[in-house]
């Protein structure tokens, strides 16, 4: 398995200088602390930002594969987005999925794209997700 070998050819981010937060979620025990410590690295602290979450093995969608399954944007941070979400991540449905997500495709990272203006980068790449790959994001709602 090549880990990560999509992210090399994702179209998404072409043109863009991405960042990749430098801790995966491998394991669903004490997920909540996982995502702590995901959300509290020192580079979770930029702000101004779109951001995603992905696989390290890609998923599969409509018209292609990529890992992305998470597109949004903060004015703030991570840090101050997710923190003090980490316990909503590791509950309910949401455990279920990361869980799933984890299990399947060989863990969870983080990225980020750094920028003044997120929304419209934000809408950007979704039209861009959509035309590539049929849909929006596996766990974004809108886009």
Known sequence: MQRL??????????????????????????????FQ???TLPQAQVASLVYFFATLEPLAYPSGETGIFYIGKTDTSIRKRYLNQAGHLAR??????????IESFGGVIMGYITTP???????????????????????????
Not at 12 to 30: D, F, M, R
Not at 93 to 101: M, R
Not at 117 to 143: A, D, I, W
Request: net charge positive.
């Open 5 to 34: 070998g999509w992210l090399v050819e994702e179209p998404l981010l072409q043109g863009h200088e991405v960042a990749i937060l430098p801790y995966t979620i491998s394991s669903a025990a004490n997920l909540k602390q996982e």
């Open 37 to 39: 410590r995901l959300f």
């Open 92 to 101: 309910g449905g949401n455990k279920a999925k990361y869980t799933q997500l």
């Open 117 to 143: 203006t997120p929304r419209p980068v934000e809408k950007l790449l979704f039209r861009q997700f959509r035309h590539h790959y049929g849909r929006n994001p596996l766990k974004s709602r809108r886009g």
